[in-house]
């Protein structure tokens, strides 16, 4: 099992920058890709990026140049960068782990709210 608990949301206003933490704990070894999801009211929940544990990253197209993905292994965290947010990026961030075993956890949420 693993545990992931999110912290760095929050409001800001459109151009500015938040940065959210994911830190997983339990069966940690286990842990293979790292990543965030978020979902906006009234929509479904869609993949902002995602880093394996070799560091090799993918994004969404759309926030590719606004938003970075890292991690930490010695930390089990996995960090997501957001600059210049719109408040299109208004949502609920989620962090999601992938285990060797093919296995997924989720973490609970942290709310992101872009004022305009």
């Known amino acids: 099992q693993v545990q992931l608990v999110e912290s760095g949301g929050g409001l800001v206003q459109a151009g500015g920058s938040l940065k959210l933490s994911c830190a997983a704990s339990?069966?940690?070894?286990?842990?293979?890709?790292m990543g965030w999801y978020r979902q906006a009211p009234g929509k479904e929940r869609e993949l902002v990026a995602r880093?394996?544990?070799?560091?090799?990253?993918n994004y969404a197209d759309a926030l590719k140049g606004r938003f970075t993905i890292s991690r930490d292994n010695a930390k089990s965290t996995v960090y997501l960068q957001m600059d210049n947010l719109k408040p299109e990026d208004t949502a609920v961030y989620y962090c999601?782990?992938?285990?060797?075993?093919?296995?997924?956890?989720w973490g609970q949420g942290t709310q992101v709210t872009v004022s305009s």
């Open positions: 999601r782990v992938w285990t060797l075993t093919a296995d997924d956890y």
């Open positions: 339990g069966s940690i070894f286990s842990i293979n890709a």
């Open positions: 880093v394996t544990r070799g560091g090799s990253t």
